[in-house]
């Protein structure tokens, strides 16, 4: 690598890095968010983390998590910072497939994927699904090392990907049925190639010089350095054992619950369940149509569709397998989402880098062709929407613009919490900026609890109840219940309160918020309290 392309490769990893961790806690926590800082919270008690088979995630995360609020503290900062870091780093090692793929291309490609709305959006969210993208295409290095000359660190990042996506979230298997039909595909390909592009066993003393650029392929490889790089069968064998030891340590809670590694299994009948199933007891709520992920890349992911379009024809002419690989790749993962009715927007994340490495490739391509001034105007143009969508979709005020962190029509702020959250959480951290003491104010949070469960986890004063729960003393210093509750509540309470309408999310069910007035007066300036104390009947009959 040149001087001058490692500044640019720093200078877009820095780039990606800024845009994912800037104003880092400016979107409302999401349920999931809140969900996943209740595990780590229960771990703290529980020693582990208690695989759940039927909760469709593996364990790494929440250790991840774990270790930074232990390191860091609580808040949103230090519960997103790990994906973050991950999200950089799956652009960072974008620049490692030089060995196989011309710098420019992967420039483009790991730019596209910097300014990606989805890479950015989900990044800022403390959900496993960024972790994915980066060990699949760690696990595509290693691979593709392999077939090249086999040396311990191909292996080992061979190995380490696969480890990772078992680590990370059940539909690593839906990827590795795409690489097995893409590297099936290669082999094909190859076989029934004309005559005149195959080249005869003599020419290629190594098959997988395939891998190499262009200029490299017809190297010789030097013996002796060949022999001493590659990885022997005994080096294969410790290196499996170790990664299958980091998948029972994690799975088994590092031997605190033996009996959770059965989920490794278990969960593939509740997978599938999921994914298909309809009617009563099944989520076919989430079930859409064979085309959304489709249309989500016609909103926002102009460079990843156009890889994607161009995936199906450049297979064909004698390619190198590294393009050939990465086209037909990205091509049936997108198609195994597509085809599985259950469908959620953030599965789209470990389906981009392909589609973006082809994109990068064809415009390496038209620049030897066309020349950079004409293609920088393309790429310029074909990235330009996809980089205003990324700030408006991260960045937007709410109800400025017709997209922002909570609301973009559900495509990707998916079942997003509201601004309302800060109608409670604002006011509650100003009370205890000026008064520690504060911290240990009374609340009563009726119904859905997420994200405010973690977010006032370590608030010792503050209790949740079900449907089907109430308080002895139904008075405290701030409530938040649904609209069901309204008239229940109410009739019980005796101190004087600011009374706001609070929306959990678009879609959910009306709610009320409740702050005390002698707790939250002084905060609350040049309004009238809403709700009055009263005094019930019975005490009334009771004073006669």
Known sequence: MTTRQRWLSMLIVALAFALRVWALDYKPAHSDEGVNGSFIDSM?????????????????????????????????????????????????????????????????????????????????????ESW?????????????????????????AFGLGLTGMVLTKETYALHWFAAAFALGGVWLLEQFAPQSARRTRADRPDAASLFLPKQNMDAEPDPEIAV????????????????????????????????????????????????????????????????????????????????????LFIVLPARSRALRFFALFGVASFAAYSLIPYK???????????LFIVTGWMADRLCNHAGGTAVSVLMSLLLAQPTLDAWRLNFGAPGRTRINPTNDNRRYAYV??????????????????????????????????????????????????????????????????????????????????????YLPRDYGTQSWLYLSYERFGPVIANRIPELHPRVRVEEVEDAR
């Not at 959620?344 to 392909?354: E, I, Q, Y």
């Open 344 to 354: 959620t927007p953030w599965c789209m994340l470990a389906v981009l880098p392909p």
């Open 44 to 128: 703290r008690t529980d020693g582990c983390y208690h695989y759940q088979p039927d909760n469709y995630h593996g364990p790494l995360h929440f250790y991840v998590l774990f270790a930074f609020q232990q390191l860091f503290g609580r808040s949103l900062w230090t519960l997103r910072m790990p994906t973050v870091l991950i999200s950089t780093a799956s652009v960072a090692l974008l620049f490692a497939f030089r060995r196989f793929l011309p710098f420019r291309a992967l420039a483009i490609a790991a730019l596209a994927m910097a300014l990606s709305p989805a890479m950015i959006f989900y990044a800022r969210y403390a959900i496993h």
């Open 228 to 311: 001493a790089a590659q990885a022997g069968w005994r080096d294969m064998l410790r290196i499996g054992a170790v990664c299958a030891g980091i998948v029972v340590a994690f799975y088994s809670g590092f031997g605190m619950d033996w009996n959770r590694v059965k989920g490794l299994w278990k969960t593939w009948e509740q997978m599938f369940h999921k994914g298909v199933a309809t009617g009563a007891n099944t989520e076919d709520g989430h079930h859409k149509e064979m085309f959304y992920f489709a249309k989500l890349l016609l909103d926002y992911e102009w460079p990843a569709l156009a890889g994607l379009a161009a995936s």
């Open 416 to 501: 997003q919490t509201t601004w309302d959250i800060n109608k409670l959480l604002v006011p509650l951290r100003e009370l205890e900026s000026r008064d520690k003491m504060n911290h240990y104010l009374r609340g009563h949070i009726f119904g859905e609890s997420s994200p405010l469960s973690w977010q006032l986890g370590d608030w010792p004063n503050v209790f949740f109840f079900g449907d089907d729960k109430s308080p002895e003393n139904y008075d405290a210093d701030f409530l938040l219940l649904p609209e069901d509750r309204v008239a229940e509540v109410e009739a019980q309470l005796h101190g004087i309160y600011f009374k706001e309408s």
């Open 132 to 156: 994915l993208p980066f060990f699949t295409m760690l696990a595509c290095l290693g691979g593709i090392g392999c077939a090249r000359r086999r040396s311990r660190c191909d292996v080992w």
